[in-house]
């Protein structure tokens, strides 16, 4: 049994200027929350298949996960996994769907968080961190809208 969230939030920059922004790993460091860094496996443009590694300071203290972009539809969706047995947290898969829409200078984003393959006391604690994961990717994209809108103007 997999843990489900959805968050969606609305933008007043282009649906082109989104999808670059939720891609640009380097412009992170101006808006995501906790971020100690972020190091690329890859180079070159991000497409399918292309990995980082993001450490961020959560509750104290830090922790890395490894990211892979899964699926790209350029301007309308992103999928990224996140293979928590390479990182921090030992275990589970985590699934971040980002669909985006709008027309003109609106858009919006619609993302679906799936955590799956957590196991015995995580699979029981993994159903009351919902609502945190839900909340920190909420927040996230609180961040990057601020980041876009004022810089947009």
């Known amino acids: 049994m997999s843990i489900r969230f959805e968050v969606e939030r609305d933008f007043r920059v282009s649906k082109e200027q989104l999808y670059e922004a939720l891609l640009d790993l380097e412009a992170a460091e ?3 929350q906790g971020l100690v860094g972020i190091k690329r496996q890859d180079t070159g443009p991000m497409q399918e298949g292309s990995t980082w590694i993001e450490t961020r300071k959560m509750y104290g203290s830090k922790a890395s996960e490894h990211f892979e972009v899964v699926e790209l539809m350029p301007n309308e969706k992103i999928v990224i996994r996140v293979d928590g047995s390479k ?10 769907t980002y669909r985006l829409g709008g027309t003109g ?6 993302l ?5 393959g957590l196991t015995g006391l995580t699979k029981l604690f993994g159903k009351m961190m919902a609502g945190p994961f839900k909340k920190a990717t909420a927040k996230d994209l609180d961040a990057l809208k ?8």
């Open 30 to 32: 101006h808006w995501m």
């Open 87 to 96: 990182g921090t947290t030992g275990k589970g898969e985590y699934l971040f």
């Open 105 to 110: 200078d609106k858009s919006n984003v619609h």
């Open 112 to 116: 679906h968080g799936e955590i799956g």
């Open 146 to 153: 601020d980041y876009l809108e004022s810089n947009n103007g």
